[in-house]
């Protein structure tokens, strides 16, 4: 079983950065995505960004395009998920995901799902 863990969340000021990080183990999965999700209380999961496993392509949420940028370590089999100009709307717990399929910005379409690492932006 694949299994992710989210790190290197935490509280932050706003225009502030965080890097975030999932590393992935156990048994090889037919990876296309490794996917960031977000969930801020009270609201639903939704998409932040996407890396394909040869981190070939990415995609982000228009919400976080040009603030975020997701990358690679392929030695250390880790996702990552660096953040800058944080919002207090950025708040949230972050989650990562592996997907088999080429919809990287559906929830519903992730196998496997990390245990989150909160980020708290403060105004």
């Known amino acids: 079983q694949v299994q992710l863990v989210e790190s290197g969340g935490g509280l932050v000021q706003a225009g502030g950065s965080l890097r975030l990080s999932c590393a992935a183990s156990?048994?090889?999965?037919?990876?296309?995505?490794m996917g960031w999700f977000r969930q801020a209380p009270g609201k639903e999961r939704e998409f932040v960004a996407a890396i394909t496993w040869s981190g070939a392509r990415t995609v982000y949420a228009d919400s976080v395009k040009g603030r975020f940028t997701s990358s690679r370590d392929n030695a250390k089999n880790t996702v990552y998920l660096q953040m800058n100009s944080l919002k207090p709307e950025d708040t949230g717990v972050y989650y990562c995901?592996?997907?088999?399929?080429?919809?990287?910005?559906?929830?519903?379409?992730?196998?496997?799902w990390g245990q989150g690492t909160q980020v708290t932006v403060s105004s």
């Open positions: 995901a592996a997907t088999r399929y080429s919809a990287p910005n559906s929830a519903s379409m992730y196998d496997y």
């Open positions: 156990g048994r090889p999965f037919s990876t296309s995505y």
